[in-house]
């Protein structure tokens, strides 16, 4: 997570700075996010066998290599070969997403609610360490950003020590031998269509936001280290509430948690149009970080009650493809809309967009209601 919060603060400007066509200043971003699409089908499958612990480390190997690339192609103002390395790390993040899954994967029934919250709730020292990191490395070479990519191999080296520490139960052989239920049976549930699109909406839309704000805030004549200040809190209001949000759900119920995140998206969304000062970036970005928090734990959650045991590794690689796919769809867009556009037109294109995923909790909403 410290290494991710650093790609969101650095990748987009990298672009800007080595690219000559500056409406692919975003892509290096967006191919993080197409990677990590492109790897959670085939990561969740090969944990099935492997087991956990192997995939993250082979992951986190998948980082580092990608973070000697990246190195490279800055320090050699190849903007290709850059690219070349952020999608390498992008491998890493198609692992790594499945760690939130493998803490509820071991928890109890009424405690996995919780154990998706605390593993997200790492993140909190992420939102202070990774743009920490930035303001102390992104000039410390003659080239800039060449340090802060360096320091991200580092991280990748220190999560597989960690790792190598940590006992992760593998799958049984009854699971790795049976797959439940066809997957087009599973996927015509209707709370695993709404978690699903739920997630993707939410996610799609605070990279839409975010991938954007360091560019908008620079274009606006605003330093690296103010932009660095806004994805900061930004990263403490994604992870710091995720110490209760599995509080908050098992207190008020999954729905009301998804409705309240919505509605903290609209909130990012009227702070952003307010005005282009530090204090609206900011605003704008810590409701839109409690607005993923609520509506990803939430459906993170929701999804963990539409399968069994021996199914849930192909669930979640259709959860995680299909949210990492949307987000790098809502990542690309972002650059080009800044490009041709400006800051004030990405947000009114999500407004429809939280309002679609509004409905579709309103009709889980109903529909729950008509059960009971």
Known sequence: MTGQSMMFILAGLVGADISENKALATLPITVIIITTALTTIPASLLMKRIGRKMGFMLGAAFAIIGGCIASYGIYHSSF????????????????????????ADVARADFKSKAISLVISGGIIAAFLGPA??????????????????????LACLAILILGLINIPRPSLTECASSGRPLSEIAQQPELIGAVFVGMIGYGMMSLLMTATPLAMVSHGYMVHDASFVIQWHLVAMFGPAFFTGSLINKFGVMKILMSGTFLLFLA??????????THFWAAL??????????????????????????????????????????????LTSG??????DWQTINQVAIPIIATASVAIIVMIWRRGKRA
């Open 80 to 103: 290709w070969i850059f690219v070349l390395g952020t999608m390498t790390i992008g491998i890493h993040g198609g692992f790594a997403q499945y760690y939130r899954f493998a803490a």
């Open 286 to 331: 810590f409701a839109l970080g409690l607005g993923w928090n609520f509506t990803f734990i939430g459906a993170s959650y929701l999804l963990t009650e539409t399968y069994q045991s021996e199914e849930r590794a192909k669930v979640q690689a259709l959860n995680d493809f299909m949210v990492f796919g949307f987000v790098a769809l809502c990542s």
């Open 133 to 154: 990191l930035v303001n102390y490395t992104f000039d410390i070479h003659v080239v800039p950003f060449f340090g802060s990519f360096v320091s991200i191999v580092i």
């Open 269 to 278: 969304i009227i702070a952003a149009l307010a005005g282009e000062t530090v």
């Open 336 to 341: 080009t809309l800044f490009h041709f556009y």
